[in-house]
């Protein structure tokens, strides 16, 4: 098992500095903006991919705290159940984070895999809790009607904010670890 | 190094459980309204800052859309001439339909005397995010007099109810939400039914009797029964009949008067309470 890099409290600090005031502004972009630009009905979730992408570069623990604020905003700014959002983005940080460190130096096609479990997850969970407070849908319309299309979605745009999310924890945080290597 | 990997792994762990557990309990408090005072302050900033990108949503909308524009103007263009023929038509139709019933022109006639119900416009500044529900954020809330309840509606029909405020934002759930279920009427063959939204934003009608003839195109209204909105408030359009010898009712498709895509105003219906049908036991 590749041994993960422990990160020293100044550079949590740092993530946590950047990650608020962009997980807030991915908040009132999904909330406001985002909605009404859907692609192909389906909204893109702009905070969940940027949540998996940061867990891809900087690991579980910061994912995690990325998962938990901004799950609470997306709450706070859509008027959803305040604490609905954040599990499923914490599972889907977890598994990317946990996933990073073992597989990523070997192969370039068990990110996509992991990408593709952790979004999938997240839906199934996010549409259980739905389910659990009340939601009146069935699980096979819930996901084949929307976690299935939602999923391969999210999956295609992964790349692209990969990219961004990229850049941005290198300008943060130095170099970091790429795919593949 | 083993130790330290083990250590990590207890962290990771821990701070998964404490953060599952934290918003567990936070969707406990909020579910069973214990949060709701506390969750409506801390919303302010998010409606306000909500209220300021909404206001400069429209010249960005119309950017981001110009170059789809450009592309589907003439295909837009002849798609309209179509629709303008077809809706010419349909206006005969309906004025024959019109001259035969004269019952549902006097039923009209008192719809039109009945006192008009007070409405405050407001703003949409905020969706919600989820694919799963189909919500909306209104920007104004339990301080400018709106009640959850409240039938929310535009000039062109109606759009959902109120279902949960906050001092200065509301949430309003959309017709289309698939916990959406509202009892109506069809507007020739005056059968009830109940609207019922879906997850993927379609609309159907339910529970029309068989032997009722429902055709396609037909209005779809409120109907008032339950007490939970005014009645006559207009839902949508019929437009595909689903009849089957072996069900004992019928259901159809309603395609919504409303563009739920397109909603930047709305109308909130101050002045309708609607039934309280908590049953009291009054026995002694």
């Known amino acids: ?181 | 190094m083993n130790m330290a990997s083990h250590s990590s792994e207890r962290i990771r762990w821990r701070l998964f459980l404490i953060f599952v557990a934290i918003c567990l309990i936070l969707l406990v408090l909020h579910t069973t309204g214990h949060l709701s005072t506390a969750v409506g302050y801390l919303q302010i900033p998010f409606s306000a800052a909500q209220s300021w990108i909404s206001d400069r949503l429209g010249g960005l909308e119309s950017t981001l859309s110009i170059p789809g524009d450009v592309a589907a103007l003439q295909a837009e263009n002849e798609q309209l001439r179509m629709q303008i023929a077809r809706l010419e038509r349909q206006n005969e139709e309906l004025t024959e339909i019109y001259a035969e019933h004269s019952w549902l022109s006097s039923l009209l006639d008192y719809a039109r005397q009945t006192p008009e119900h007070q409405r405050v416009a407001v703003d949409v500044i905020g969706w919600d995010t989820s694919n799963f529900v189909h919500r909306l954020k209104i920007g104004k809330g339990e301080l400018d007099g709106i009640e959850p309840g409240m039938p929310v509606e535009t000039e062109r029909g109606l759009v959902g109810r109120v279902i949960a405020v906050s001092p200065h934002s509301a949430q309003v759930q959309l017709l289309t939400d698939a916990d959406s279920s509202i009892s109506a009427r069809l507007g020739a063959s005056r059968a009830d039914g109940t609207v019922q939204g879906q997850l993927t934003a379609d609309l159907t009608i339910k529970w029309i009797k068989q032997d009722v003839p429902v055709s396609e195109n037909e209005l779809v209204m409120t109907s008032g029964l339950g007490g939970y909105l005014p009645p006559d408030l207009v839902i949508g359009r019929v437009i595909q009949v689903e009849q089957s010898a072996s069900q004992l009712f019928q259901e159809a498709r309603v395609r919504p008067a409303v563009d739920f895509d397109r909603l930047e105003i709305v109308l909130v219906i101050t002045s309708f309470e609607p039934a309280n049908l908590t049953t009291e036991d009054n026995s002694p």
């Open chain 1, 1 to 181: 098992m590749a041994g993960e890099r422990v990160y020293s409290a100044r550079e949590y600090a740092t993530s946590l500095y950047v990650g608020v005031p962009l997980l807030l502004s991915l908040a009132f972009l999904q909330s406001s903006v985002l909605p009404r630009i859907p692609i192909l009905t389906i909204v893109p979730n702009l905070t969940l991919l940027t949540i998996v992408a940061w867990s891809f570069q900087r690991g579980p623990n910061e994912g995690m705290v990325w998962a938990m604020i901004g799950g609470l905003a997306i709450d706070l700014a859509t008027g959803a159940p305040l604490g609905i959002s954040p599990p499923p983005l914490l599972v889907a940080a977890l598994i990317v984070g946990i996933a990073r460190a073992r597989v990523f130096r070997h192969n370039i096609l068990l990110p996509a895999l992991i990408s593709l479990l952790a979004i999938g997850l997240y839906q199934i969970i996010h549409l259980a809790l739905f389910k659990a407070i009340g939601l009146p849908v069935s699980w096979h319309t819930g996901i084949v009607e929307v976690a299935v299309p939602s999923t391969a979605l999210h999956l295609a745009l992964i790349p692209v904010v990969y990219l961004g999310v990229s850049r941005l924890a290198r300008l943060v945080h130095g170099s970091q670890m790429r795919l593949g290597r």
